[in-house]
Nanobody, 125 residues
Framework: QVQLVESGGGLVQAGGSLRLSCAAS????????MGWFRQAPGKEREFVSG????????YYADSAKGRFTISRVNAKNTMYLQMNSLKPEDTAVYYC??????????????????WGQGTQVTVSS
């Protein structure tokens, strides 16, 4: 099994920044793709960003491009999401997820085999 724990969420003013972290434990050697999703109240879970096993390929939703940066440090079994220029519409619970068995369709939540509990991000106007 793979366990994922997010941290770094909080309350920030519009225009501010936050860095989310996702720490993986357990059977991490078989995890390859990872990603971030978010879910706002009353809305469906949506893709934010994904990253390949070695971090050499990254993927972003249009809403995240130019503002968010995904990265991972495999030696630490940790993935990050640096979020800059935050907007009130970024307010949501952010989830990290991992793909263990593939295929790596990063933007499709059904491709992910493991999920964290989520961390709340609130952006005030």
């Amino acid at each position: 099994q793979v366990q994922l724990v997010e941290s770094g969420g909080g309350l920030v003013q519009a225009g501010g920044s936050l860095r989310l972290s996702c720490a993986a434990s357990g059977r991490t050697a078989t995890v390859f793709g990872m990603g971030w999703f978010r879910q706002a109240p009353g809305k469906e879970r949506e893709f934010v960003s994904g990253i390949s096993s070695r971090g050499d390929n990254t993927y972003y939703a249009d809403s995240a491009k130019g503002r968010f940066t995904i990265s991972r440090v495999n030696a630490k079994n940790t993935m990050y999401l640096q979020m800059n220029s935050l907007k009130p519409e970024d307010t949501a619970v952010y989830y990290c997820a991992a793909i263990e068995w593939g295929p790596p369709h990063y933007s499709d939540y059904r491709a992910y085999d493991h999920w964290g509990q989520g961390t709340q991000v609130t952006v005030s106007s």
